[in-house]
């Protein structure tokens, strides 16, 4: 398949649940893994799921939905880099990557950030709290991730510079809330 969607997830550990004070973080954590799977289910694209710590069988990402690997590296920025460009590396034409990052986010984004690479090189959906929640590329260059983890406003506008610079074609999206 052409199109790729990367999720990056965190796993679940139940034993930091069970010492957990805040419960009801957790309760909310597994609701947008459960929404999140919801909205990326029906996506046509290749669906990777990259984890953090281990690979979790049939649980709210099923297995034949979805691809499952663990990160090589333990250095997010480098995390990204090796799943965009492990994409592009099977042949993939447009690669979109999310977190599972909000309530806010529809299926209907996700596909409007893959129909937008055909006129653009990236396309960005910011998070309204700083951030990025849907980042597409039809390229890849290392240097786009130079700003990860986008935490600021700064990081967003020097990454749109980074683009304008090489005249790459870009499009921002209007933004939504992600989840603390």
């Not at 010492?19 to 919801?38: G, H, I, P, Q, V």
């Not at 880099?81 to 529809?106: I, N, R």
């Not at 390229?139 to 749109?160: A, C, G, K, V």
């Not at 980074?162 to 790459?168: A, D, E, P, T, W």
């Amino acid at each position: 398949m052409q199109d790729h969607l990367i999720i990056f997830l965190k796993n679940p550990i139940f034993k930091k649940l069970q010492e957990s004070k805040r419960l009801d973080n957790w309760a909310r954590f597994f609701e947008l893994l459960e929404y999140t799977s919801s909205i990326t289910s029906s996506i046509k694209a290749q669906r990777n799921l990259y984890y953090d710590e281990f690979l979790e069988n049939d649980g709210v990402f099923h297995d034949q939905i979805f691809s499952k690997k663990i990160h090589t590296s333990s250095n997010p920025k480098q995390q990204l880099k090796d799943a965009v460009k492990e994409s592009f590396g099977q042949w993939a034409t447009k690669v979109v990557f999310m977190g599972a990052d909000s309530f806010e986010l529809t299926n209907s984004d996700i596909e409007l950030v893959f129909s937008q690479l055909d006129h653009h090189q990236a396309v960005i959906l910011p998070a309204k709290n700083s951030g990025i929640l849907l980042f597409g590329l039809t390229i890849y260059r290392s240097d786009i991730f130079e700003h990860f983890p986008w935490e600021t406003e700064d990081d967003l506008l020097d990454t749109i510079i980074n683009l304008q610079r090489k005249q790459n074609t870009y499009c921002v999206l209007e933004a939504k809330t992600a989840y603390d």
